[in-house]
């Protein structure tokens, strides 16, 4: 909690800058409470200190220059560093297995959303790394699934304003589920905004 208290600070104080350098640093591994970040800069948003579209762009390219690191580390150091020094970035033998095999059934949809899963997003990016796939066809993936990610959170954000924190005690309380409704949610209500935009 006194983490994630001095990280909100750092963003209300940096506010672009922060976001930035703590995605990158968060996906490298450090404790960065990702979800927190970014419901917390939706609800900046949401009081006019920052603008909703540069947030989400920011926060994209943080979140990019994080996975390009780790994606590189993968590619060069390979599996031996990561067992090594894993545990000091929070990436544990036991989370680095259940990565490896949900990598190697879901690939592509795992670089995707994994973003969405805690514990996974800091793993696919040096797994990609290590099995020596495509950077291009790499990155191509996992922008289109931290777009995703940086929208609905900042959304959400903006969204619930002062009640920003909710969606942090989701996360923590129902992981995956959470997520996944999380993400269900805010499906629903680009899909209701955009109807509602076409029979004006």
């Not at 968060?26 to 609800?43: H, K, R, V």
């Not at 969204?159 to 942090?168: A, C, H, P, Q, T």
Request: aromatic letters at 16%.
């Amino acid at each position: 909690m006194f983490m994630e208290q001095n990280i909100l600070h750092f963003i209300q104080q940096f506010e672009y800058i922060g976001i930035f350098l703590a995605l990158a640093l968060g996906i490298l591994g450090l404790p960065i409470p990702d979800e927190a970040l970014m419901t917390f800069a939706g609800y900046l948003v949401y009081k006019n200190m920052m603008s909703y579209f540069l947030t989400i762009f920011i926060s994209s390219i943080g979140a990019l220059t994080g996975i390009t690191i780790s994606y590189w580390i993968g590619r060069r150091f390979g599996l031996p560093l990561i067992t090594k020094f894993g545990p000091k970035l929070r990436i544990t033998e036991d989370k680095l297995l259940k990565t490896q095999g949900l990598f190697q059934k879901y690939g592509t949809l795992l670089i995707v959303f994994g973003y969405f899963i805690p514990g996974i997003r800091h793993i696919t990016a040096y797994l990609a790394g290590i099995s020596s796939m495509s950077f291009k066809k790499y990155v191509t993936l996992a922008y289109a699934g931290i777009m995703i990610w940086c929208v609905t959170f900042v959304t959400l954000g903006r969204e619930l304003g002062k009640r920003w924190m909710i969606v942090d005690e989701y996360v923590h309380r129902f992981a995956i589920d959470g997520i996944l409704l999380i993400l269900f949610i805010a499906i629903i209500y680009f899909i209701i905004v955009k109807t509602k935009k076409t029979y004006r």
